[in-house]
Structure formats: structure tokens, C-alpha cells
């Protein structure tokens, strides 16, 4: 018997193949571009919700008695001559040498600002605040991590443990004794127990002070306003230059939050808007947020 032959199946012609590579490429492009806007619109919303959660810890920290009711976390020190620098955080602040305002010691801005946030009506122990090698010059994100989150212990594989402060009445720096130990703060929920990485996230290590990241990866830039003068005054940022320059943002000549803060995120883009204006002209604003606005600054105000 012969077996009749099956017919054959021409083969896919090179236009035939090319069309069919074409029509994959293309749905694929659309899932990609898809998929990004969703993760990309993910890190605008957490990036909202680490605004909030910090807005949140610093009106606690100005209300709470446990801190001294202060009106304000500085962004750094105002200079004499006008003009902010880093807030020189030390373990040490010695006797006076002389009647320069500049001069590191207990009458300095920092020893001050200090002694109103643990001093409880007693001068702290300036020799000695609790924490042997404690000794860094903080800048804005710096200074406001430090007094929401306090001390910070690491167990040597990257994890993080923010411990707050001790309620010792001379020396607020001292670590914690136990894991149980009462402490002021921390004021932010860092999440379980507390243990977060440090070279990524929400809390970053930079230069050996961990600063507050945006859901991009770009530190938050913070402006406060201080003893009444507004935000604009008060709050330097010190960024690498691939950042660019970032100011308080305003409209109509007023600035936002003239008697509070601002946070802002650099965006997608991790560049600052440079102008601080609403409906910023300059691409690099058009993507920012601050905590408030319900919108990207380059939309202006909501």
C-alpha cells in the first residue's frame, strides 16, 4: 500500500517573519512602557507617604514634651553674617575661650538648641553628652534625621536600628543598654522592628549620618523656618552638584509654609527645579513634590 502524500505547508515568507517580529516587539513595548509607568507612578506615591510619615515625626517632635516643645528641627546653623552652614553635631561642646560667635562650645547655636530639646531646666553634661566619637557637620537632611530617628546602632551586615534618645537628664546621646531600654523616640516607624537597610530605602548612609530618601533614591532637601523668620531664610541644602541647586518653593512672591517646612523630592529625574517657582519653566522642577502639594511642583499649587 502507498501512504498518499500530506501536502506541504509552505513556508513563512521573510515579510511574513518580519511583521510577526514587528507585532511582538511592539505589544512588548507596550507592556515595558506599562510596566514602567506603574513602578514609576509607585515611587511618586512612596514618596508621598515618606513626606507624610516625616511631616507626621516632626510635628510630634515640636509638640512633644519629651523634646522640649521646640518650634523647630534646624536645617543647619545660621552664620552670624547671614547665611546657613551645617549644624556641627558633637559628642563635646567645651568651655568658652572667647566671645566669638563662631567658636565651638557650650554658648554656640548647636550647645543652645541642644540644651532646649534635652535640657529639661538643667544644663546638659557638654563634656560628655553620651556617645564617645560623635562628631560630624550635618546638613539639612542630616540634622532632621538625627533628631527624629536618634541614635543609630548597625549590625554590621547593613541593618539599621534607630533608637531614639536616652532619658538621661545630662547625657541624651547615651546608647541604649538594652533592647527593652525607655528611650524618647524614635519618631518614625522604620517598620517591624525597627531594622532597615542603610544603603538603600527610606534611611540612607551618607558620609557616616543617615539622611531620608525619596522613593527614587535622591535625599529629601528640607527647609524650616526659624524663630519666625521664613523658610526662605532658613534651611541651606548642601548637594553634590550633579543635583543642582534647590530653593524653597513659593507663588505670587509668598512662600509655601513660611512659618513651618518644606520637603522636597527631586522627582524621577533626582534633579531639583532650581527657580522654587510653582509651574517651574526649568525641566528639572517639573517632576518634584514637596509635603505641600497634592501635586508635581511643575503643575503648580493644588
Known amino acids: 500500500m502507498i501512504r498518499p502524500s500530506q501536502p506541504q505547508r509552505p513556508a513563512m515568507t521573510l515579510i511574513e517573519l518580519l511583521v510577526v517580529i514587528t507585532i511582538i516587539a511592539a505589544v512588548a513595548g507596550l507592556m515595558i512602557g506599562g510596566v514602567m509607568r506603574v513602578m514609576g507612578q509607585r515611587r511618586v506615591t512612596e514618596t508621598a507617604a515618606r513626606m507624610a510619615a516625616i511631616t ?18 534646624p536645617a543647619g546653623r545660621p552664620l552670624p553674617g547671614g547665611g546657613w552652614g551645617p549644624f556641627r553635631l558633637r559628642n563635646e561642646y567645651p568651655a568658652p575661650q572667647s566671645n566669638d560667635p563662631n567658636e565651638l562650645n557650650y554658648n554656640c547655636f548647636e550647645a543652645q538648641y541642644l540644651q532646649q530639646v534635652f535640657g529639661g531646666g538643667s544644663r546638659l553634661n557638654f563634656a560628655n553628652l553620651g556617645y564617645p566619637g560623635l562628631s560630624g557637620d550635618l546638613d539639612a537632611n542630616q540634622t532632621l534625621t538625627f533628631f527624629l530617628t536618634g541614635i543609630l546602632e548597625t549590625d554590621g ?9 536616652s532619658t ?4 541624651p546621646f547615651k546608647p541604649r ?4 531600654e525607655t528611650r524618647r523616640g524614635p519618631l518614625l516607624d522604620m517598620g517591624g522592628s525597627r531594622k532597615y537597610r542603610i544603603d538603600n530605602g527610606f534611611a540612607r548612609l551618607i558620609d557616616g549620618y543617615n539622611v531620608f530618601a525619596d522613593g527614587f533614591g535622591t535625599p529629601f532637601a528640607y ?3 526659624v524663630d519666625g523668620k521664613p523658610n526662605r531664610n532658613y534651611g541651606g541644602y548642601n548637594l553634590p552638584a550633579i543635583y543642582g541647586a534647590v530653593q524653597p518653593y513659593g507663588s505670587g512672591g509668598q512662600f509655601e509654609n513660611p512659618s513651618g517646612f518644606q520637603l522636597i523630592s527631586a522627582g524621577k529625574d533626582g534633579l531639583f527645579g532650581s527657580t522654587g517657582n510653582w509651574r517651574a519653566v526649568d525641566p528639572a522642577g517639573q517632576d518634584d513634590q514637596a509635603n505641600f502639594s497634592t501635586a508635581l511642583l511643575g503643575r503648580g499649587p493644588q
Open 168 to 171: 538621661h537628664p545630662q547625657q
Open 223 to 225: 527647609f524650616t523656618a
Open 157 to 165: 551586615q547593613g541593618n539599621a536600628n534607630f533608637t531614639g534618645f
Open 177 to 180: 543598654a538594652t533592647p527593652s
Open 56 to 73: 507626621n515625626a516632626i510635628n510630634t517632635f515640636k509638640s512633644s514634651p519629651s523634646f522640649g516643645q521646640v518650634r523647630y528641627i
